[in-house]
């Protein structure tokens, strides 16, 4: 499976970006079986859980990102949404989508991620 995220750019503080990452090669049914999340990076920092969603699409996001962001997804397009309102110059990082476990693995290997850059 090859993990395609799209959607990043440069957006001032307070503007919204809406990220996509497709799962190609990916058998649909797989697909709608996985929990996915959205993880980022930022420069020289570890990467970070930011929001997921379940096989039956229930949401978690991590506490900084609450009432900004959205994750959504379209099984039909093996497709992983995050709608991030209110960018902050925190947010700044690259973006990645993968499966999501509670002991931290993942299933797919990770693909080359979407950056954004939010500036003050």
């Known amino acids: 499976v090859q993990l395609q995220a799209s959607g990043g750019g440069l957006v001032q503080a307070g503007g919204s970006l809406r990220l996509s990452c497709k799962a190609s090669r990916s058998i649909l049914s797989v697909f709608s079986g996985k929990n996915m999340a959205w993880y980022r990076q930022p420069a020289g920092k570890e990467r970070e859980l930011v929001a997921r969603?379940?096989?039956?699409?229930?949401?978690t996001y991590e506490d900084s990102v609450k009432g900004r962001f959205t994750i959504s997804r379209d099984n039909g397009k093996k497709t992983v949404y995050l709608q991030m309102n209110n960018l902050k110059p925190s947010d700044t990082a690259v973006y990645y989508c993968n499966t999501y476990h509670p002991l931290g693995t993942y299933d797919w290997n990770w693909g080359q991620g979407t950056q954004v850059t939010v500036s003050s």
């Open positions: 969603i379940s096989v039956g699409r229930e949401s």
